[in-house]
C-alpha cells in the first residue's frame, strides 16, 4: 500500500492553462506540504496544511492554491501555467505540525510547454 | 535569508570506503536536524534525523552535530553502489521562527564498484 500517493506522476501542458494536482496519504499523519524541486534539485516549501487549516503558506505566486478537503488530502491547483513552473512537485506528509520527519510522494513531474 | 549549504559534488568514493557529507547552516537557534536520500528520478526518503550535539548511529548510518559550529555530517561506513544517490541535508526552523524544513542543495554520493 502507498503511503502517499499523487496524481498524476507527469503532466505535460501548454503556457496558460489550468492544472490540478492531487495528493493522498494513508499514514494518518495530520500535517501535509506541497515542495518544488527546480531542476537545480533545489527543493523547497510551498504550502503546510495541519488538519485542513493552512500553516505555511511561502511567497508563491498566488496562481497557485492548495485546498486540503480532509487531513488525508492535499490538491495543488495551478492557474495560467507559466514556463517557470516546470518542476516536480512533491507531496509529504507528517505526524505533527512541522515535524522534520516527513514522508515524501513519488512526485509530479511538470512541463510547461 | 536562513541557508543551509552543501557541497554538490559528486563526492566519489571506492566499494567500502567510508562517505563524508558534511552541512552547514546560518540559523543558530535551529533544533532539528535531518538526512534526507534522493535517487535519480525518485522522491526524498529520510534516513537519519540528529537533534543533540555529538554522534547518533543506525546501521552504517553515523549522523554528527555540533551546533557550536553550525554542522551537521553524515558518515556512511562499508559505502554500497546501492548508496550511490543525494543527499539532503535539512534543517528546521526554529519552533518560535516556524515550522518549515530548509534543505540544501544537497551533495551527489557516487561509490565506486
Redesign the interface.
Known sequence: DTAVSQTPKYLVTQMGNDKSIKCEQNLGHDTMYWYKQDS??????MF?YNNKEL??N?TVPNRFSPKSPDKAHLNLHINSLELGDSAVY?CASSQG??S????????TRLTVT | QKEVEQNSGPLSVPEGAIASLNCTYSDRGSQ???WYR?YSG?????IM?IYSNGDKEDGRFTAQLNKASQYVSLLIRDSQPSDSA?Y?C?V?EP?DS????I?G??TRLLVRP
Not at chain 1, 40 to 45: D, E, P, S, T, V
Not at chain 2, 98 to 101: G, I, M, V
Open positions: 537545480k534539485k533545489f527543493l523547497k516549501i503546510s500553516i505555511i511561502e512533491f505540525e512541522g522534520g520527519e516527513q514522508y515524501f510522494g513519488p512526485g | 532539528s536536524f535531518f534522493q525518485k522522491s526524498p526518503e529520510l534525523s543525494t539532503l535539512a528546521r519552533v516556524s515550522y518549515k524544513l534543505f542543495s544537497g
